[in-house]
C-alpha cells in the first residue's frame, strides 16, 4: 500500500476512485511545484545579481507565476505548417508522463508516494531516460533546424549522462544490497546516510542529473544564444508550458531521488517524513538553480569529453572500489 | 599539468565561482522598486528650471535675453514687458525645448539674478514633440510684479 493509497483508503475503498484522486493530487503538487519552482528560479537569479525579482503580483511576487500561468492557458496555440503533426502534438504529453510515472514512486516516508514497485530504482532510471525521446519527437517534428539541432545534443547528452548516474546509483545499490529505494533509506537508517560513504558517487550523480534535466552549465539543448529556444522552439501556450511544467518536475523528482540516495530519505528528526524528503529535495534544486547563475555554459565537446572521459572513467573506478570493499567486508 | 592536476584546477575554480555568487545572494538588493521607491536626485542637474526665491516667493527672470543669446542650442524662447511704475522687465513666457536642450548649463552661468538653476526631475516622459517643451512661467500662476503686487 503506497503512502498516498494508504491516506485516501481512509475515506473512499472504490480503487478506480483511488487512483484517479490520488493523480489528481499528484498532479496538483506537481503543478503548485512547478509554480513554486518557478518562482524560486527568478528570486534565486534576481538575488544572485543583486537585484528583487518579481516583487509586484502577491506577497515578494508569489502570485506572478499563477498570473503567467493564466496567460499562457489564454495563448493560442500555434501549429507549424509542415510538422509532423502527431509526433508535434504527442511530444508535449510524452515528456510529461514519465516524471509523473517517477515522482508516484519516490517513497515518501516508509512507502512509496503512489505507486508500489520492488525495484523502483531501476524503473525510475529507465523512465527519466524516455524523456529523451520526447524531447527529440518535439525537435525532429518541428521542421526548425533549431530544434532538430537542440533535439540532437539532448540525445547525444542525456545518453553520455545516464551513464554515470546509473554508475552511481550502483555503488550506492551495492552498498545497500537492494535496488528498492524504501531497502535502502531503510539501509542508510542504520548507519550514516550514503553522501558520507560515497561522497564521490554523490557528486556524480549530481552532476549526472543537472545534465540529465539540460539545466545550466549543461543546458546546451536548449543554448537560448545558439539555438533559439531549442527543442521547443515553434511550442507555443501551453504545450510550451507542459515542457517548462516537466523540466522543474524533472529537477524535483531527481533532486527527491538523490536526497534517497545519498541524503537519508525521509529520515530526520522531529518534522514528519515527506517533509524531510521535500526539504532534502528543495536543497539539492536550490544548489541547481545557484549553479545554473553562476556557471557560464560548456561548449559540446567540452560537454562530451567531460561525460566520456572523466565521469564515466571515474564512475567505474568508485564502482570498482566500491565492490572491492563490500566483498571484502561481506 | 596532468589530468588530475587540471581537475583539480577546474574544480577549485568551479567552487570559488560558486563563493562569489553565493556571497551577492546574501547581500541586500542595489537596485530600488522604482515606482515605489524613487532615487536620491538631490545632486542631479536635470532640465532647467527657474528658481524660487524665498523673500518674493517667485522667481526674479527680468527678461533680459542673456540666456537666449548664449544657448548654442538656441532652444529658449523669452518675453517679458514692464509692469508700470518699475524699472525692470518681467518675464512673462518663458520656453525651453527640451528635446533641443543639451544640459550644458551655460543659461545658468549667465544669468545676471542667478533665478535659473537645474531641477531635480529624472523621469520626464512625454507622448507628442511639443510636450518636450517646458514652460517655466506654467507653475507660477499670476506674476505679483505685472500684478502690481510687488515692486
Known amino acids: 500500500m503506497s503512502a498516498l493509497q494508504g491516506w485516501l483508503a481512509g475515506y473512499i475503498t472504490w480503487t478506480l476512485a483511488t487512483l484517479l484522486l490520488g493523480t489528481v493530487v499528484i498532479m496538483g503538487f506537481l503543478t503548485f511545484n512547478t509554480l513554486f519552482l518557478i518562482w524560486l528560479e527568478r528570486k534565486v537569479s534576481a538575488h544572485i545579481q543583486r537585484r528583487y525579482g518579481p516583487m509586484e503580483v502577491g506577497p515578494h511576487g508569489a502570485l506572478q507565476t499563477v498570473a503567467d500561468m493564466l496567460k499562457l492557458l489564454g495563448k493560442q496555440l500555434l501549429t507549424p505548417v509542415a510538422t509532423d503533426r502527431f509526433v508535434y502534438l504527442a511530444a508535449p504529453f510524452l515528456i510529461f508522463l514519465p516524471t509523473l510515472c517517477v515522482a508516484s514512486l519516490i517513497p515518501v516516508s516508509g512507502a512509496e508516494a503512489f505507486a508500489q514497485m520492488p525495484y523502483g530504482l531501476i524503473v525510475i532510471i529507465a523512465l527519466s531516460g524516455f524523456t529523451v525521446i520526447a524531447i527529440f519527437m518535439a525537435g525532429w517534428s518541428s521542421n526548425n533546424k533549431y530544434a532538430v539541432l537542440g533535439g540532437m545534443r539532448s540525445v547525444s547528452q542525456v545518453i553520455a549522462y545516464e551513464i554515470p548516474i546509473l554508475l552511481a546509483a550502483l555503488s550506492v545499490v551495492m552498498l545497500a544490497g537492494s535496488m528498492n529505494l524504501r531497502e535502502i533509506v531503510a539501509a542508510q537508517a542504520r548507519g550514516v546516510p550514503y553522501l558520507l560513504v560515497q561522497p564521490v558517487a554523490a557528486l556524480l550523480y549530481f552532476i549526472g542529473i543537472t545534465a540529465e534535466t539540460n539545466r545550466a552549465p549543461f543546458d546546451i539543448p536548449e543554448a537560448e544564444s545558439e539555438l533559439v529556444g531549442g527543442f521547443h522552439t515553434e511550442y507555443s501556450g501551453m504545450r510550451f508550458a507542459l515542457f517548462f511544467f516537466a523540466e522543474y518536475t524533472n529537477m524535483l523528482v531527481l533532486g527527491a531521488l538523490g536526497a534517497t540516495l545519498f541524503l537519508g530519505g525521509w529520515l530526520g528528526p522531529w518534522l514528519p517524513g515527506p517533509v524531510w524528503l521535500l526539504l532534502k529535495a528543495y536543497a539539492l534544486v536550490f544548489v541547481m538553480m545557484w549553479m545554473r547563475w553562476t556557471f557560464p555554459r560548456l561548449r559540446f565537446d567540452q560537454l562530451m569529453t567531460f561525460a566520456w572521459k572523466l565521469l564515466i572513467p571515474v564512475a567505474l573506478v568508485n564502482l570498482v572500489v566500491t565492490a572491492l570493499l563490500v566483498s571484502g567486508a561481506g | ?151
Open chain 2, 1 to 151: 599539468m596532468g589530468v588530475i592536476g587540471r581537475v583539480w584546477v577546474g574544480a577549485r575554480s568551479l567552487v570559488t565561482g560558486l563563493g562569489v555568487t553565493g556571497r551577492h545572494f546574501v547581500r541586500r538588493p542595489v537596485t530600488l522598486l522604482y515606482p515605489h521607491q524613487t532615487p536620491d536626485a538631490s545632486r542631479w542637474n536635470g532640465p532647467i528650471d527657474l528658481k524660487i526665491f524665498a523673500a518674493t516667493g517667485t522667481h526674479d527672470c527680468i527678461a533680459c535675453n542673456a540666456c537666449v543669446r548664449v544657448c548654442p542650442s538656441d532652444c529658449i524662447d523669452v518675453e517679458g514687458r514692464r509692469p508700470e511704475g518699475s524699472k525692470k522687465m518681467r518675464a512673462t513666457k518663458f520656453l525651453i525645448d527640451f528635446s533641443t536642450c543639451s544640459l550644458c548649463g551655460l543659461c545658468i552661468d549667465v544669468c545676471p539674478t542667478d533665478t535659473l538653476e537645474y531641477s531635480t526631475r529624472y523621469d520626464e516622459a512625454m507622448y507628442t514633440r511639443p510636450d518636450t517643451v517646458n514652460d517655466l512661467l506654467g507653475r507660477f500662476g499670476e506674476d505679483p510684479y505685472l500684478a502690481g503686487k510687488l515692486t
